[in-house]
């Protein structure tokens, strides 16, 4: 099992930039061998994929509401994946949340531990 702890969410104008932190852990949970994600769920709506980042940092995705404007990134010797957001939108307002794959590679098989998540409110 994973322990998730995301961390930098805040109040910040439209244009502006926030870095997501998502700290990892676990007894038995090996954090530089799977791939990392962040999802948001805005009020009202259903969670949605933000970005993801395989286990060595090199490969990563996005979706195409962020493309151009966020960078995930990763730090295995912290165990700890960011999210650098820049040229934030009023449509960016949402918890965000770190997931952990099964896998090194990206497949979208998150194990089933979420954090509490993180708030991010971009006003206009």
């Known amino acids: 099992q994973v322990q998730l702890v995301e961390s930098g969410g805040g109040l910040v104008q439209a244009g502006g930039s926030l870095k997501l932190s998502c700290a990892a852990s676990g007894r038995t949970f090996t954090f530089s061998t799977v791939a990392m994600g962040w999802f948001r769920q805005a009020p009202g709506k259903e969670r949605e994929f933000v970005a993801a980042i395989d286990w060595r940092g090199t490969t990563k995705y996005y979706a195409d509401s962020v493309k151009g404007r966020f960078t995930i990134s990763r730090d295995n010797a912290k165990n700890t994946v960011y999210l650098q957001m820049n040229s934030l939108k009023p449509e960016d307002t949402a918890v965000y949340y770190c997931?952990?794959?099964?896998?090194?590679?990206?497949?979208?098989?998150?194990?089933?531990?979420w954090g509490q998540g993180t708030q991010v409110t971009v006003s206009s």
């Open positions: 997931a952990a794959d099964r896998t090194p590679q990206w497949r979208g098989v998150i194990m089933d531990s």
